[in-house]
């Protein structure tokens, strides 16, 4: 069973930073695609960012110029630093990932099968 485990989340300031980390139980080249996926309470789960295993990368309007999604190779891990958060930005953030080859640009919700526990950011002052 594969397993996600994100870490990285908290409490910042409007403005502030935090960079999300997501560690796959295997190799990240096993999947087509990884991503973020935020849910804030009362809202449907939503697209922060994801990454191709070719590279490409795809984010949301609403993040972008803020956020950006990177992988480290040897590390085995996925990254989302997060910049200038806003009050809106406030979500539980899902790391998730998908094995389907045929899905580009993967940035339909039903396209991954693997998903972490979540890790909460909160942006207030």
């Known amino acids: 069973q594969v397993q996600l485990v994100e870490s990285g989340g908290g409490l910042v300031q409007p403005g502030g930073s935090l960079r999300l980390t997501c560690v796959p139980s295997?190799?990240?080249?096993?999947?087509?695609?990884m991503g973020w996926y935020r849910q804030a309470p009362g809202k449907q789960r939503e697209l922060a960012a994801i990454?191709?295993?070719?590279?490409?990368?795809t984010y949301t309007d609403v993040v972008k110029g803020r956020f950006t999604i990177s992988r480290d190779n040897a590390k085995n891990t996925v990254y989302l630093q997060m910049n200038s958060l806003k009050p809106e930005d406030t979500a539980v953030y899902y790391c998730a990932a998908t094995r389907s080859s045929g899905g580009y640009p993967y940035t339909s919700i039903q396209l991954y099968d693997y998903w972490g526990q979540g890790t909460q950011v909160t942006v207030s002052s």
């Open positions: 295997e190799s990240i080249f096993n999947f087509a695609a």
């Open positions: 990454i191709t295993i070719g590279g490409s990368t």
